[in-house]
């Protein structure tokens, strides 16, 4: 059974920085893609960014580049998105989530982890 758990998330002030993990568990995760999501309170969820969990190879959305980073440890099975220059508009619930290597979709979840950015 596959389980992504998301950590880190709380409250912090405009200009700070957290780090969101992400332990993943249940099978080899070796080929899949795992992305990070968000979705603020009254919006739609929204494309954060993603990392391929063989290559380390990175993407990111314009919103967020040049201010979070994705990386993931192999040992741990855990993928991390660390989040500098916070502002109030990333406040929202963050998701990580897992996609196959045949896969368009991303199929699995984790149950998401609040952020809070204060002015």
């Known amino acids: 059974q596959v389980q992504l758990v998301e950590s880190g998330g709380g409250l912090v002030q405009a200009g700070g920085s957290l780090r969101l993990s992400c332990l993943a568990s249940g099978r080899t995760f070796s080929g899949y893609t795992m992305g990070w999501f968000r979705q603020a309170p009254g919006k739609e969820r929204e494309f954060v960014g993603r990392?391929?969990?063989?290559?380390?190879?990175?993407y990111y959305a314009n919103s967020v580049k040049g201010r979070f980073t994705i990386s993931r440890d192999n040992a741990k099975n855990t993928v991390y998105l660390q989040m500098n220059s916070l502002n109030v508009e990333d406040t929202a619930v963050y998701y990580c989530a897992a996609r196959g290597i045949t896969s368009s979709e991303y199929a699995y979840w984790g149950q998401g982890t609040q952020v809070t950015v204060s002015s």
């Open positions: 990392i391929t969990w063989n290559s380390g190879s990175t």
